[in-house]
């Protein structure tokens, strides 16, 4: 059977990649000590696999049909997607082997779980994707299980909701009947609100309590006192990312090391890394 | 409940935005010939007229996604480098000139918790 070995998370504002060094200099240098921390921490799990968990911006469904949950189940994944690529400062395209095995597998066991993931042979990647796998897995040498969620186009998720799918999703990975060692990362937050009134906006308060939360590693009392409300106040239509860090946190017990934070107003984004020691 | 809940998801600027971002056929004709792509989407003279104005607030109002109007503006002005400097940025520093001096008031506190 597959086994947890790993779980992280980070933000993934495109700041961090399309205009890093327009941040002050302490802020860059604890993004780039975090990240290589967080790739050290994830070479030393030896995980034969990545799975992703991150956001879809409205790249790869239109708005008319966001599903819940979408599973990249291709062979290869390439990216960033043509019009995200000047954005993020990445005119190279990376290319990241899948691997649909397991990726076809989380779709077909989750049906049997009653979980309804949508798929995508031939995903795109914006930031979401794109800017983790340039800090963690920059030579594309672990293969990659991308999984979008919905967390912009409202109804937002609730982040109860992301914690149950987080469970069931890590009950499907175990039982993958293969001896993979997989990694679970999250991607997204923390507090920002892209495109809304408050573009520039980082609610610095919310951010550390909430890291202050993962460092406590009471999983009911995080899900209790962080509500969706609170996530939308501290900016909307962007906080709400946070759902992938509670979604890998399903897959842990215990307490986070938070690695890095930063309220990057240069980035427009909360930013931070965290890594968990127990895993679920 | 948050600013991102004002969304009309049904506004057809919002279907169409999705097709754009996906297709440089439809990218090489934004600065060029937006009326009639407006047209072939079927957006009303409002929406193309807060379009073609890069009116943050209105598209706002107008229930865009807002994660589609810097995409928009980015479409007008460029996508590369896009700081706070930015053309893109100084429309929202323009539009919202209140949220955007809170937000910048962070960082005079956190220069000066560096300083001392």
């Given at each position: ?261 930063m309220p990057a ?16 | ?93 323009r539009a919202y000139?209140?949220?955007?001096a809170q937000a ?13």
């Open positions: 059977m597959a086994e947890i070995v790993a779980a992280l998370a980070m933000t993934h504002s495109p700041g961090l990649t399309g205009w890093f060094d327009r941040a002050p200099e302490e802020q860059q240098r604890a993004a780039l000590r975090a990240t290589a921390e967080m790739r050290e921490r994830l070479i030393a799990a030896r995980p034969d696999v990545i799975v992703a968990f991150s956001n879809d911006h409205l790249l790869n469904w239109p708005i008319n049909n966001t599903p819940e949950y979408t599973v990249g189940i291709g062979a290869e994944h390439v990216g960033p997607a043509d019009w995200y690529d000047e954005w993020l400062g990445m005119p190279t395209k990376y290319r990241i082997p899948g691997h649909p095995d397991l990726a076809r597998f989380i779709v077909n066991e989750s049906v049997r779980r009653r979980l309804t993931l949508a798929y995508l042979r031939a995903m795109e990647f914006d930031d979401g994707i794109s800017v983790p796998m340039h800090f963690l897995n920059p030579e594309g040498a672990i293969p990659l299980v991308p999984v979008t969620m919905n967390c912009t186009v409202p109804p937002v998720p609730t982040p109860e909701r992301a914690y149950q799918v987080g469970t069931i999703l890590r009950d499907v990975l175990k039982a993958y009947p293969g001896p993979e060692r997989i990694a679970v990362i999250g991607t997204g937050g923390l507090s920002h609100e892209p495109g809304g009134p408050r573009y520039f906006w980082v609610d610095e308060d919310f951010d550390l309590w909430f890291l202050d939360l993962l460092k406590r590693g009471d999983h009911a009392a995080l899900l209790r006192e962080c509500t969706l409300e609170k996530m939308e106040a501290a900016g909307s239509g962007g906080t709400a990312e946070l759902n992938a860090w509670i979604l890998a946190m399903a897959f842990t017990h215990g307490p986070a090391d938070v690695l890095a934070y107003v240069a980035w427009r984004s909360g930013t931070g890394m965290v890594a968990w020691n127990e895993l679920a | 409940m948050g600013h991102v809940e004002r969304t009309d998801k049904t506004l057809p600027l919002n279907e169409m935005m999705f097709y754009v971002r996906r297709d440089a056929r439809l990218r090489e004709r934004w600065n060029t010939d937006l009326e009639s792509i407006a047209r072939e989407f079927g957006l009303s003279r409002e929406e193309y007229e807060a379009l073609r104005d890069k009116d943050v607030r209105r598209l706002h109002e107008l229930g865009v996604h807002q994660y589609y109007v810097p995409q928009i503006l980015r479409l007008f002005y460029g996508a590369s480098m896009n700081t706070n400097s930015h053309p893109a940025l100084e429309a929202y520093k000139p209140e949220e955007t910048f008031a962070l960082v005079e506190r956190l220069e000066r918790r560096t300083r001392s």
